[in-house]
C-alpha cells in the first residue's frame, strides 16, 4: 500500500519535533529513515501506525485519510526497538496475537505462527517466555510478531539495534529477503548508515524537524546534499578540508600540502569562495612521491577497521586526512609518505552554509551507476 | 571484598536478631497474653511460666465476657464479621473504581488530570473528625447511617487514594510500547487493558489490595461515629473490653490475635502477587 | 621480569568462595612489554573486565600473581599501584567542571600551573574537547562525559593505562579519527596501556595485541593480524573479523594427485594437492573431515569456483557484502568495489588454499592454516 505524509508537525509540550513533514511512499518500496536520536524518526512511525496523532496535517494510506482510524484497524505490522514483547506471554503468543485479533481458526493461527517461527530460526523455542530468549530470539520473536498476519505495511523501529554486531550483520543480510517475501510497504528505522544503505530502496535523512535529504543511497552517498549529511555515511568520515579554489594553469585548483591539486572545471564559479573540500578516504590513495596530484604526509597512526585499514596522516600545514584501503593491501612505512586524491568523486561545499557545490555540468538526478 | 570474614558473618546475624526480636516480641507477648488469666498477666514480676488456659477465646467465641462484676454480653464475633465485610467489601469497590482511574491518569494525559488526581489523594490528608460531622449530618439525612453501604462509601475516603496512587504507579511503569504493540497487533484498547495492561499491574493491584485492605481493618474513627452496635467492626468493638471492673488484659490479648489472623492470611497469600519481575525480559534495557 | 610491565601468572577470579563461586577468570597468564597498547576483548561476562579490575585493585585477585614494574602488586591498594584508569561510567566529580577533573590527579600533585594548564590543553585538544572545559559534568553528552573520563585518565603519570571500554558512547562520525590520535598519543609517549572493549573493531584499530576471552579463558593472546591469520580455534576464528568467518564442515577426498573438499548439498572445490603446503595437506587427509574457514574478503568470484545463487548484495559506499546461498548454508564475501550483481544470480565462488583455516571438528581447535604455505 502506499503511503503519503503531508505537512505533518507534531510537538510534544512546546517541544517541536517535526516541522511539515511530507512524504510519499510507493507500494512495495523500503524506505529508511535514518538520522541522529531525536531527530523525530520514531515519531514518525508512531504517527502512521496511529498510536500518537499529529497536530497537523495529513496521513493518507491508499488513498485513505487515517484521521480518526485507530491504530488496530490501520493493518499495519511494527517492531519495536525495545522488542516490546508482551512478557507475560510465552513467545507462540506472542507471534499469535496479530492473529488472535482477528479471529482466526486455531488451527490457521498453528499453521502460520510455525510457518513465520520457521522463517525466522525460532521454531524450537516457541514455548519460551520474553525472559527466557535470548536478545537474538527476542528480535526475531519481535519480527515474527509484526510479520505473522502479512501485513501490507511494515513499520521496523531501529528493530536491530539492540541485539549483538554479529547477529546485526546476519539479520541485515537476511532482512531483504523476508521483506521481498512479504510484500509489504516498508518504513525501516535506524542510525547505521551502514543498514541504510543496505536495506534502503530510498533513505530519508532525517534534522531539522524534517527529512533533509531524500534519494537513493548512492544519490546520499555520492551526491549529500550538505556537509553533515556527508559525515553521516560513511566509515570512516569524509575528510573535510578548508580549501579556497584559485585558478591553476588548466582550471581552478586547491592547494593541498603546498601542492596544487586540480579540482573538475565545472567548480569554476567556487573560486574566491571559502570551500570546504569533501574526500573520501577511499578516494585518497599511497603512491610514490612524484607521482600526478602527489602530495607529502606525515603518517600519525595506522588503525584496521574490519576489512580495511585506515591511516590517520597529516598535511603539511597539520591537517589531519583519513586513508582508507582493503585490508592486506601494501601501506606506507612509519613516517612520511605522498598520497594523491582520486578527485572524480571528490565534493566541494560551501564553507559557511555547509550545503553542497553543484558543478556546472553535474548530471543532476541521475547519478552515474 | 566478597569474602566476608567469619566475625562479620556472625555480627551480622545477632543484629538481625536483634531486629528481629524488638518488633515482634509485643506479638509475641501478646500471643502469650491471650493464653492467660487476668490475674497471672498483672502479676509481678511477670513471667512466662504459666497455666495455658482457652478461657480468654472461649469468652469472645461464646460472647459472654466473665468479670468480677458479673457476666457481660459481647459480641465480638458479630464485630469480627463486620470487620470482615467492611474491609472487604471497601477494598472491592475500591478496585472496581480504583483500577480503570488508575490506568486513565497513569496512561491518558487529559486536561486537569494531575489536578484531580492530587485531589482524590488529598482526602488522605484532611483530618477524619473534620469531615465526620457534616457526613454524619447528611447521612442521616439520606437514611445512609448506620447502613454497610453508607460505611463502605466512606471507607472509599481510606482506600481509594491508596489503590489510585500505587496502581496509577505500576500502569506508569508498563512501557506504552507494550500496549502500542497490542493494540498495532489489531486488538482494540480494552481488550488491551485487559490482556497486557491488568496482568502487568497485578503485582501492585495485589500490594494496594492488601495495604488498602489493612487500613480499612484498622479504621475507626468512621466506625464509631457513624455505625451503631451491629454494625461495628472490631476496632471500635474492642472498647467493651474496658468494663467498669477494669479492662480484660486476657480478651484484649486474644481479641488481638484473632484481629490479626484474617490480614495475616491475606497477606500470606498475596505474596505470590507481589513478587515482582514478571516484566523482566519484555524490554530490552 | 625481562622487560614486561605488567604480568599475570595463573589468575583466578571467583565471586564467592574459591574452588566453589562463579569462576569468572580462569588461570590467565599473560605479559605486556613496555610501551604496549593490549585489548582484552569479549563478550559481557567473559572475564575481561574482572581481570582488568584485578589489575587495577578493586577486585581481590581469588588465586595467582600480578606483578607491575616489578612489584607483586595483587594485594596492594588500588591507590599504590601506580595505575590510572578510565571507567565505563565516566564517573567525572559531577561538582567540579570539566578541567579541574581532568586536572584533578595534576593538582594534587601540586605541579605549577602553567604546567597543568599545558598537559590539560594536549589532552583535551587531541580528543576536541577543548571546547567544553568550563562546562559541568551534567550538561555533557554521553561521549563527551566519556572522553573527559578518558583525558582524565591519560593525563596522569602512571606506570599502567587501564582504559574500560574507552570509546563506547562516541558519536560515530569521531570515532575513526579519536582512534587514530589516541593510537598516535600512546605511542609517541610509550605509555603501556590495556583497553578492555567488546568491540573487536576497537580493538582492532588500537591494539598491538589483542586477548581474547571466553567464559574466563584466554582462548588467544596475539596480534590482529595472527588472528585474523592463524586462529587458535574456532571461536577466536568466528569472533574476530566482521563481517564474521565463513565455516563449512567438508569431507576430504584425496585422489589422482588431486585434493577435493566436499561440502555439504554435494558441492566440490577440487584443487592440486601441490597447491598445499605438505603438513597441511596431511593433516587434512589424515583428518577426512574437518571444519573449514575462509574469511569474507577471501572469497572470491572466479569461473573455475563452485556455483553458489545471490541472495542479497548490499553495497555500503565503500565495499559491497554480498551472501549466497552455498552449500546448504550462506557464504559471504566481501568486495571492495562495487558489485554487479542481482539477487538470484548465480556466481561462481573460489577458495584459495591459502585462504583456508582448517578446524578439527569436535574439539574445534585449529588444524592449520592457509598461509602457513609462505
Known amino acids: 500500500m502506499s503511503i503519503q505524509l503531508s505537512n505533518i508537525r507534531k510537538s510534544f509540550a512546546n517541544d517541536l519535533v517535526l516541522d511539515g513533514v511530507s512524504l510519499d511512499i510507493p507500494t512495495g518500496e523500503t524506505l529508511v529513515l535514518f538520522g541522529p536520536s531525536g531527530a523525530g524518526k520514531t515519531v514518525l512511525l508512531r504517527l502512521i501506525a496511529g498510536v500518537v496523532d499529529p497536530d497537523e496535517g495529513r496521513i493518507i494510506v491508499n488513498g485513505v485519510d487515517m484521521d480518526g482510524v485507530v491504530p488496530e484497524d490501520r493493518g499495519i505490522g511494527m517492531a519495536f526497538q525495545n522488542f516490546a514483547l508482551f512478557p507475560h506471554m510465552d513467545a507462540h503468543a506472542n507471534i499469535a496475537s496479530p492473529l488472535t485479533a482477528r479471529r482466526e481458526t486455531r488451527s490457521g493461527i498453528e499453521t502460520r505462527v510455525r510457518e513465520v517461527a520457521k522463517l525466522l530460526k525460532i521454531d524450537?523455542?516457541?514455548?519460551?517466555?520474553?525472559?527466557?530468549?535470548?536478545n537474538g530470539q527476542k528480535q526475531r520473536t519481535a519480527l515474527g510478531r509484526a510479520l505473522a498476519a502479512e501485513p501490507s505495511i511494515l513499520l521496523l523501529d531501529d528493530p536491530l539495534r539492540n541485539v549483538d554486531a554479529k547477529l546485526r550483520f546476519e539479520m541485515r543480510l537476511e532482512l531483504p529477503r523476508l521483506l521481498k517475501a512479504q510484500n509489504a510497504t516498508v518504513i525501516f528505522v535506524?542510525?547505521?548508515?551502514?543498514?541504510?544503505?543496505?536495506?534502503?530502496?530510498?533513505?530519508?535523512?532525517?534534522?531539522?524537524?524534517?527529512?533533509?535529504?531524500?534519494?537513493?543511497?548512492?544519490?546520499?552517498?555520492?551526491?549529500?546534499?550538505?556537509?553533515?549529511?556527508?559525515?553521516?555515511?560513511?566509515?570512516?568520515?569524509?575528510?573535510?578540508?578548508?580549501?579556497?579554489?584559485?585558478i591553476g594553469v588548466q582550471g581552478p585548483v586547491v592547494q593541498l600540502s603546498a601542492t596544487d591539486v586540480a579540482i573538475s572545471g565545472s567548480y569554476a564559479g567556487a573560486v574566491g569562495k571559502a570551500c570546504s573540500l569533501g574526500i573520501r578516504p577511499e578516494a585518497i590513495r599511497f603512491v610514490a612521491p612524484g607521482a600526478p596530484g602527489a602530495f607529502p604526509v606525515e603518517i600519525e597512526a595506522e588503525t584496521p577497521l574490519n576489512e580495511k585499514t585506515v591511516t590517520l596522516a597529516a598535511t603539511r600545514n597539520h591537517r589531519e586526512i583519513l586513508v582508507s584501503r582493503p585490508a592486506g593491501t601494501p601501506g606506507p612505512d612509519h613516517g612520511k609518505a605522498h598520497v594523491a586524491i582520486d578527485m572524480g568523486n571528490a565534493l566541494l561545499f560551501d564553507r559557511a552554509t555547509g550545503a553542497r557545490i553543484i558543478a556546472a555540468d553535474a548530471p543532476t538526478d541521475e547519478m552515474a551507476t | 571484598m566478597d569474602q566476608t570474614s567469619t566475625l562479620e558473618k556472625v555480627l551480622r546475624r545477632v543484629a538481625i536478631s536483634l531486629v528481629i526480636l524488638f518488633f515482634m516480641f509485643p506479638i509475641f507477648w501478646i500471643v502469650l497474653m491471650s493464653f492467660q488469666t487476668n490475674e497471672t498477666i498483672l502479676r509481678v514480676p511477670p513471667s512466662v511460666i504459666f497455666e495455658p488456659t482457652l478461657s480468654n477465646y472461649v469468652a469472645l467465641v461464646t460472647g459472654k465476657l466473665e468479670t468480677q462484676a458479673g457476666t457481660l454480653e459481647i459480641n465480638f464475633m458479630s464485630n469480627l464479621w463486620n470487620s470482615l465485610f467492611l474491609s472487604a467489601g471497601s477494598v472491592a469497590v475500591g478496585l472496581i473504581l480504583g483500577i480503570p482511574a488508575a490506568y486513565a491518569f497513569g496512561r491518558i494525559k487529559?486536561?486537569?488530570?494531575?489536578?484531580?488526581?492530587?485531589?482524590?489523594?488529598?482526602?488522605?490528608?484532611?483530618?477524619?473528625?473534620?469531615?465526620?460531622?457534616?457526613?454524619?449530618i447528611y447521612f442521616q439525612k439520606i437514611g445512609l447511617a448506620d447502613t454497610y453501604f453508607g460505611l463502605i462509601w466512606v471507607y472509599q475516603l481510606i482506600v481509594l487514594p491508596l489503590i489510585l496512587w500505587i496502581v496509577r504507579g505500576y500502569f506508569e511503569d508498563i512501557p506504552a510500547d507494550i500496549e502500542y504493540a497490542y493494540r498495532i497487533a489489531g486488538h482494540s484498547w480494552f481488550s488491551t487493558f485487559r490482556t497486557v495492561a491488568l496482568p502487568l499491574a497485578m503485582p501492585g493491584i495485589a500490594a494496594a489490595g492488601l495495604l488498602a485492605f489493612i487500613f480499612a481493618w484498622n479504621n475507626f474513627i468512621f466506625a464509631l461515629v457513624l455505625a451503631s452496635a451491629d454494625k461495628q467492626p472490631v476496632t471500635v468493638g474492642a472498647l467493651a473490653f474496658v468494663t467498669a471492673s477494669g479492662i480484660q488484659y486476657g480478651q484484649v490479648a486474644a481479641g488481638i490475635v484473632l484481629s490479626i489472623l484474617p490480614t495475616l492470611a491475606l497477606a500470606l497469600y498475596a505474596q505470590r502477587y507481589l513478587v515482582e519481575g514478571l516484566s523482566l525480559g519484555a524490554v530490552k534495557g | 621480569m625481562n622487560?614486561?610491565?605488567?604480568?599475570?601468572?595463573?589468575?583466578?577470579?571467583?565471586?564467592?568462595?574459591?574452588?566453589?563461586?562463579?569462576?569468572?577468570?580462569?588461570?590467565?597468564?599473560?605479559?605486556?612489554?613496555?610501551?604496549?597498547?593490549?585489548?582484552?576483548?569479549?563478550?559481557?561476562?567473559?572475564?575481561?573486565?574482572?581481570?582488568?579490575?584485578?589489575?587495577?585493585?578493586f577486585e581481590e585477585t581469588s588465586r595467582g600473581k600480578i606483578h607491575l614494574s616489578g612489584r607483586e602488586v595483587q594485594t596492594l591498594p588500588p591507590v599504590r599501584r601506580h595505575v590510572a584508569m578510565a571507567f565505563e561510567g565516566y564517573s567525572l566529580y559531577p561538582t567540579v567542571n570539566v578541567r579541574d577533573n581532568i586536572a584533578f590527579a595534576l593538582k594534587a600533585q601540586r605541579l605549577p600551573r602553567a604546567e597543568v594548564?599545558?598537559?590539560?590543553?594536549?589532552?583535551?585538544?587531541?580528543?576536541?574537547?577543548?571546547?567544553?572545559?568550563?562546562?559541568?559534568?551534567?550538561?555533557?553528552?554521553?561521549?563527551?562525559?566519556?572522553?573527559?573520563?578518558?583525558?582524565?585518565?591519560?593525563?596522569?603519570?602512571?606506570?599502567?593505562?587501564?582504559?574500560?571500554?574507552?570509546?563506547?558512547?562516541?558519536?560515530?562520525?569521531?570515532?575513526?579519527?579519536?582512534?587514530?590520535r589516541l593510537k598516535h598519543f600512546i605511542k609517541e609517549r610509550g605509555m603501556t596501556a590495556i583497553l578492555v572493549t567488546h568491540d573487536q573493531t576497537e580493538a582492532n584499530a588500537l591494539a598491538d595485541e589483542i586477548a581474547v576471552m571466553e567464559d574466563g579463558v584466554l582462548q588467544q593472546f596475539a596480534s590482529p593480524a595472527e588472528l585474523k591469520e592463524r586462529p587458535a580455534n574456532l571461536f577466536t576464528g568466528t569472533f574476530v573479523g566482521e563481517p564474521p568467518m565463513n565455516v563449512f564442515p567438508v569431507s576430504v577426498e584425496s585422489k589422482a594427485e588431486r585434493l577435493v573438499l566436499r561440502f555439504e548439498g554435494g558441492q566440490c572445490l577440487n584443487y592440486p594437492e601441490s597447491a598445499f603446503a605438505a603438513e597441511v595437506r596431511a593433516a587434512l587427509i589424515a583428518n577426512g573431515r574437518v571444519v573449514i574457514g575462509v574469511r569474507p574478503y577471501a572469497v572470491r568470484r572466479s569461473e573455475a569456483g563452485a556455483p553458489a545463487n545471490v541472495l542479497t548484495n548490499q553495497w555500503l559506499g565503500d565495499q559491497s557484502h554480498i551472501s549466497a546461498s552455498f552449500a546448504n548454508s550462506t557464504i559471504v564475501l566481501v568486495e571492495h568495489d562495487r558489485a554487479r550483481v542481482a539477487i538470484g544470480d548465480r556466481i561462481m565462488i573460489e577458495l584459495s588454499p591459502t585462504d583456508l583455516h582448517v578446524f578439527d571438528p569436535e574439539s574445534g581447535m585449529a588444524i592449520s592454516h592457509g598461509r602457513e604455505l609462505t
Open chain 2, 110 to 136: 487529559f486536561r486537569g488530570s494531575e489536578d484531580i488526581a492530587f485531589t482524590l489523594l488529598s482526602f488522605r490528608f484532611a483530618p477524619p473528625l473534620l469531615v465526620l460531622l457534616p457526613l454524619t
Open chain 3, 117 to 180: 594548564d599545558a598537559k590539560v590543553t594536549e589532552v583535551t585538544k587531541m580528543l576536541e574537547i577543548d571546547d567544553i572545559l568550563e562546562r559541568m559534568p551534567n550538561s555533557l553528552s554521553g561521549g563527551q562525559q566519556q572522553r573527559a573520563s578518558l583525558a582524565r585518565a591519560l593525563i596522569r603519570d602512571a606506570d599502567l593505562y587501564l582504559l574500560d571500554e574507552p570509546m563506547g558512547q562516541l558519536e560515530p562520525q569521531l570515532r575513526t579519527l579519536l582512534r587514530g
Open chain 1, 124 to 134: 524450537h523455542v516457541l514455548g519460551h517466555t520474553p525472559a527466557e530468549l535470548s
Open chain 1, 190 to 246: 535506524t542510525q547505521d548508515y551502514k543498514e541504510a544503505m543496505a536495506l534502503g530502496d530510498r533513505i530519508a535523512v532525517m534534522g531539522d524537524h524534517g527529512i533533509v535529504q531524500i534519494g537513493t543511497p548512492e544519490e546520499i552517498y555520492l551526491c549529500p546534499s550538505s556537509t553533515r549529511i556527508a559525515r553521516l555515511f560513511g566509515d570512516p568520515t569524509i575528510n573535510l578540508l578548508d580549501v579556497v579554489p584559485e
Open chain 3, 3 to 57: 622487560g614486561a610491565v605488567l604480568r599475570l601468572e595463573n589468575v583466578d577470579k571467583f565471586y564467592g568462595a574459591v574452588g566453589q563461586g562463579v569462576h569468572a577468570v580462569r588461570n590467565v597468564s599473560m605479559d605486556v612489554g613496555q610501551g604496549d597498547i593490549i585489548a582484552l576483548l569479549g563478550s559481557s561476562g567473559c572475564g575481561k573486565t574482572s581481570t582488568l579490575r584485578m589489575i587495577a585493585g
